[in-house]
């Protein structure tokens, strides 16, 4: 008898516990992921990329994103070798960049969109051959 009076004080006291969890002022309900999503979609890609070529400069120009309320900005990407190498450290906020020609002859540049989560899109090239005035856009495939 004395056993299940104990058994009984043991789980009154486990119910009384879990309760109070509730009224230490947190919240007593675990957040639910599926309420609030993550943001995983990259924004839209950079659109009608133009390259200038003069005076030993490269200066490219796109179009906004209006499409992205949380776009962040915009990467520029040197592509040569097989390599993407990243012309800044944080994304712009304007649509153009101006930088030295490249020394190493054929390559391209390549700009994306990041957003507020840092999700990049695909990215918007155009190919420079090596000398002043040629280039031709490229997309990714």
């Not at 004080?9 to 675990?30: K, N, R, T």
Request: charged share 15%; glycine share 10%.
């Amino acid at each position: 008898m004395h056993a299940t009076i104990r058994t009984a004080i043991i789980v009154g006291l486990g119910a009384l516990l879990l309760g109070l969890g509730g009224c230490s002022g947190g919240d007593p309900v675990a957040p639910n992921p599926a309420a609030d999503p993550v943001d995983t979609a990259p924004p839209a890609v950079p659109t009608n990329l133009a390259a200038a070529f003069s005076d030993g400069t490269v200066k490219l120009s796109w179009d906004a994103n209006t499409v992205d309320a949380d776009l962040q900005g915009y990467r520029i990407y040197l592509l040569a070798f097989d390599v993407a190498q990243s012309l800044v450290d944080e994304p712009l906020a304007r649509t153009w960049w101006a930088g030295p020609m490249p020394a190493v002859g054929a390559c391209s540049f390549a700009v994306t969109a990041v957003d507020a989560q840092g999700n990049e899109s695909a990215w918007q090239a155009v190919a420079y051959v090596g000398a002043p005035g040629t280039s031709q856009r490229v997309d990714q495939p």
